[in-house]
């Protein structure tokens, strides 16, 4: 299987991916590690100034009324915000190496035919600026503590962590087998992402998983999330904190099947095993070459 998934075409196999019982209420937790949350000034600078680009651009696609693609563009300004900071394939964490729709907005093409003016490319750039700034406590885009920007930070240790990564420990630790069938009251975790859908993968070939997570970032992410709640010491940390809004259904998650949270649960098991031996060979300085590059 390539590892270049055509995230689209496994969308459409995906439609019978939903759960049945009732959401957990939307909160404002973020999709960083340190999970601060947004929702003041973050809040209203999406809503008045990108949520109607969302709608313009994007709303085909990605509306959450959608049934073929990952909906984050919200119905309604009622439920707009929740919507698009509840997806991590989206906002990331939120910064302009972190956020895959930042990646999009800029592409010199555009997206899906579909292009942003300076303007608009500005609003946006300052919208997600702002979420860094709140769910973090500052700084915003600028230089922190130390010599790095948020996003310079991002990029330097999704890079280095895609070195740390060994297909060993994927493989020992059989991480791809415990993701991939890991249940739910829709199913194991393969029957809808074993190809990569809305930014997860969960494949049983451990080979395909080690390779993904290590030259994708934005699967990577899936997985281990930024966190830059310490500026002065940004780090990797495993992506708990997503894994818990899906699993306990959390707008915008509402209709995915529900699954165990627990750190106990067997996969929350294998991230941590597989995290911590990463950050080992981090801290030993035994990485490999990065196949991210900054």
């Known amino acids: 299987m390539s590892i270049r998934i055509l995230v689209a075409s496994a969308l459409l196999a995906a439609a019978g991916c939903v759960g049945t019982l009732d959401p957990t209420p939307a909160t404002d937790a973020g999709?960083?590690?340190?999970?601060?949350?947004?929702?003041?000034?973050?809040?209203q600078a999406y809503l008045t100034n990108v949520y109607p680009i969302m709608q313009a651009k994007c709303a085909g696609c990605h509306s959450t009324t959608a049934a073929n693609a990952t909906p984050f563009v919200g119905a309604s300004a009622a439920n707009a915000y929740e919507a698009i900071v509840g997806f991590t394939s989206v906002v990331g964490n939120f910064t302009e190496t972190g956020a895959?729709?930042?990646?999009?907005?800029?592409a010199a093409g555009g997206h899906q035919g579909k292009t942003y003016s300076a303007d608009e490319q500005t609003k946006i750039k300052a919208w997600l600026a702002a979420e860094v700034s709140e769910r973090n406590g500052g700084p915003g885009p600028g230089p922190g503590p130390g010599p790095e920007t948020p996003a310079q930070a991002t990029a330097r240790l999704i890079s280095e962590w895609s070195g740390c990564l060994k297909l060993e420990d994927f493989t020992g630790n059989n991480f791809g087998g415990r993701w991939?069938?890991?249940g739910s009251n829709g199913g194991n975790c393969e029957q809808c992402h074993t190809s990569g859908?809305?930014?997860?993968?969960?494949?049983?070939?451990?080979?395909?998983m080690y390779n993904t997570l290590s030259s994708n970032k934005y699967y990577m992410l899936a997985f281990f999330a930024v966190d830059l709640t310490d500026m002065a010491n940004p780090k990797?940390?495993?992506n708990f904190g997503t894994f818990e809004r899906v699993g306990l259904r959390m707008i915008p998650h509402q209709d995915h099947p529900a699954f165990?949270?627990?750190?106990?649960d067997d996969a929350m098991v294998a991230l941590q095993q597989l995290y911590d031996l990463t950050m080992g060979y981090k801290t030993a300085g035994t990485c490999g070459t990065p196949k991210i590059p900054q």
């Open 31 to 43: 999709t960083t590690g340190g999970d601060g949350g947004g929702g003041g000034a973050a809040r």
């Open 100 to 106: 895959a729709m930042y990646t999009k907005v800029m």
């Open 180 to 182: 991939s069938n890991k």
């Open 197 to 208: 859908a809305y930014g997860m993968i969960a494949n049983d070939d451990n080979t395909l």
């Open 236 to 238: 990797m940390v495993p």
């Open 260 to 264: 165990n949270t627990a750190r106990t």
